[in-house]
């Protein structure tokens, strides 16, 4: 399918996608990238402007309307109803004329996201503090035991302990109810935890199914050359065919290699230095997403647990890393 | 000014006395805009809510009909009725002239550009994250529309309350189409206009005392509605 708004640009170009009931999809990219749109246009409430979406196999076209009552989509920015607490995580139950036990699932979902009823159930919605709101307003969505649940950087405006209720309360609704879950974050501690599948959408475009690195900045040709260069006087560079602007060189953390120990320079690889910022656990691959500095860039490697522990790979380390020109992808 | 305090005095007497003729103006009043809101309201508020909600060709001009229709005076407005209900009208066989339901259908035009405007206005204005939140819970295009007016509630008050001011207050087309007929469609602000010229000073101040006390009361509630709704914006 293809989006844009109005007669503007192509905001996004995905050729074909295909998302099995009951994953939990992480979906990264940089800002501007396409993920809000994205996730709207997974919930039907943006129209997209060529293509098709099939749910559960059938033409969506026509059923917007209709598929919104198994769809649903917490926005970035909570918003809640000019009423009690009570009052909206009961609206979409009452619209969908769910007017019995009415008052359980809203405390049963108000216990999912960590908000005791007692104290929030008859609480006006001004009176809550940005965490809660956003608790809130995943409560909505819960009370309604939706068959997809969209979250659209769910964390990102809220407190510690808000982000981890709301981490827990939508993973609750994937392992209870099977619910597929999509989620658009740049927290990939998170993601990787949690995720089945991984895409990384850039400029609109779906550049890799995992968390791919995209170095972005100013790419020069030189030759058969993209040559990048980092703020430390670092270079890397890439086999390059094409003569239009490179927006962008994308390569998989997984094509990367990770030392402790000085390497000597290569014709053929690309060897640069960095510092260890962070160390991310992907419990499902017994491997571990190291984040290295270099220059004003930040670099993913994925590396077994073992050799890192073997290796001491920790914050603060100094590393080298080298990968070879071929496996970078460019981004136009 | 002595003549000015005498018909004071009487005019209260008038209102405390509330004898039948002032009685039957006053209820003449209140039926008569009442039968004008519930239309100007039924009309209004969906118009308003369709022109703020869609994107069309020509919405612009729209608004801009609708705003000069908010600046048309009272008895063009009169005349324009009076033409199309009189007897040689195209509507001239429903017989609604010098009826309550002919003065309502003037009152009608007075007050719905500003129900209109005002409810596009706050359509426009809403935040587009309730129409993005209302959908995704399920909401159809009816009850999106009920709730986004809901949502909106205080500053509808608003413009129904300045709308029942307008019509509430105006005598041009009043005077027109009802014809100020003495037990039957004889308003406050007709009767003033008519015992003023006839120089019945005391039943004009005590209607005008009514109609400035309705006034000042319309203007109190709108106050207060606007500081709530102010307080509720800062809070949001």
Not at chain 1, 236 to 250: D, H, K, M, P, V
Request: hydrophobic share 45%.
């Amino acid at each position: 399918m293809k989006h844009r708004y109005g007669t503007g640009d192509v905001t996004l170009n995905i050729p074909s996608l295909s998302i099995e009931e009951g994953d939990v999809m992480g979906v990264v990219g940089p800002n501007g990238s396409g993920k809000s749109t994205f996730l709207k246009i997974l919930a039907f409430l943006e129209p997209i402007s060529e293509g098709s979406i099939l749910y559960k196999g059938n033409k969506s076209s026509g059923i917007e309307t209709e598929l919104r009552e198994e769809i649903t989509y917490l926005l970035q920015e909570p918003y809640l109803l000019k009423r009690t607490i009570f009052e909206n995580i009961a609206y979409g139950l009452k619209l969908r004329g769910k007017n019995f036990n009415v008052k359980e699932r809203v405390c049963d979902s108000l216990l999912r996201v960590g908000l005791n009823p007692d104290n929030f159930i008859n609480r006006p919605w001004y009176r809550l503090s940005g965490g809660e709101a956003q608790r809130v307003a995943l409560a909505m969505r819960l009370a309604l035991r939706p068959k997809v649940l969209l979250l659209d950087e769910p964390t990102a405006n809220v407190d510690e302990q808000s982000a981890q209720l709301v981490k827990a309360a939508a993973l609750s609704a994937w392992k209870e109810w099977g619910t597929t879950v999509i989620i658009a974050t740049h927290d990939l501690t998170w993601l990787h935890e949690v995720s089945t599948v991984i895409v990384t959408l850039y400029k609109g475009r779906i550049v890799g199914k995992e968390a791919e690195n995209i170095i972005q900045g100013s790419w020069e040709i030189n030759g058969d050359f993209a040559v990048r260069n980092f703020s430390d006087g670092q270079i890397i560079r890439g086999f390059c065919c094409e003569t239009e602007n490179i927006l962008a060189g994308s390569i998989s953390p997984s094509k990367i290699k990770i030392t402790t120990v000085e390497q000597p320079r290569s014709d053929s690889l690309n060897i640069i230095k960095g510092t260890v910022v962070q160390t991310t656990l992907d419990s499902k691959k017994e491997s571990v997403y190291v984040f290295v500095k270099v220059g004003e860039s930040m670099i993913k490697v994925l590396m077994p647990l073992g050799q890192m522990q073997k290796d001491k790979i920790y914050p603060s380390t100094q590393v080298w890393i080298s990968f070879s020109p071929n496996n970078l992808n460019w981004l136009y | 000014m002595d003549f000015i305090l005498e018909g004071l005095a009487q005019g209260i007497k008038l209102i405390f006395s509330m004898d039948e003729e002032t009685a039957n103006i006053v209820t003449t009043t209140l039926r008569l805009t009442a039968l004008s809101m519930f239309g100007i309201l039924s009309l209004g508020l969906p118009l308003g809510f369709l022109i703020g909600y869609h994107d069309f060709p020509g919405k612009s001009f729209l608004r801009y009909l609708v705003d000069i229709l908010l600046s048309l005076p009272t008895v063009v407005i009169g005349l324009l009725v009076y033409a199309f209900i009189c007897r040689n009208g195209p509507f001239g066989r429903y017989e609604l002239l010098f009826t309550i339901r002919g003065m309502a259908i003037g009152q009608l035009i007075l007050g719905l550009p500003i129900v209109i405007a005002y409810t596009a206005t706050v359509v426009e204005e809403l935040d587009s994250r309730l129409k993005m939140t209302l959908k995704t819970v399920g909401a159809s295009g009816f009850q999106l529309a009920i709730t986004s007016l809901w949502e909106s509630r205080f500053q509808i008050l608003v413009a129904a309350l300045t709308s029942y001011g307008r019509i509430i207050g105006e005598v041009g087309s009043a005077m027109m189409l009802g014809g100020n007929i003495k037990w039957y469609t004889r308003t406050i602000t007709t009767a003033i206009s008519l015992e003023t010229g006839k120089g019945d000073f005391a039943l004009g101040i005590a209607l005008g005392v009514i109609l400035i006390a309705i006034s000042i009361v319309l203007n109190f509630t709108l106050s207060l509605i606007r500081r709530r709704t102010e307080k509720l914006q800062f809070l949001n």
